[in-house]
């Protein structure tokens, strides 16, 4: 079990190398690549953005948190807990998640689509509509 634990920590942190490194991922990514899912999908963003210690950290103590919470729900489950209760856990990791996305998503316009926008690069405009109909779906 350990050596799983250990090639997907391999694995995240390849892939952390090529979104900090776009000229790498440009040489991966020739218009389709490999997903983690391993299924072929178009090419993913490879930008990056670099956060504040406050906000890195904001961001993954909410994630932290979450985990937590998902955790506990399987507990529930393999503890054969009544299916109302885990409902309600279900809820809150929903309100959470959503919670997190307005954080990043406020953090996103503010920081990013300002920046580009300031820059004249009008086509994060276009992807802010795109994702903000994804977030609404």
Known sequence: MKENKSKK???SKEKIVSENNPEAAAEECSGEKECCENETKKCCSHKTKERSEEEYKCLINRLNRIEGQI????GMVESNAYCTDILIQ?????SALNSFNKELLASHIRTCVADDIR???DETIDELVTILQ???K
Do not use: D, E, P, Q
Not at 71 to 74: M, N
């Open 9 to 11: 920590k391999t694995k």
């Open 71 to 74: 955790r506990g729900i399987k």
């Open 90 to 94: 279900v809820s809150a990791v929903n």
């Open 119 to 121: 820059t004249g690069n």
């Open 134 to 136: 994804k977030l609404m």
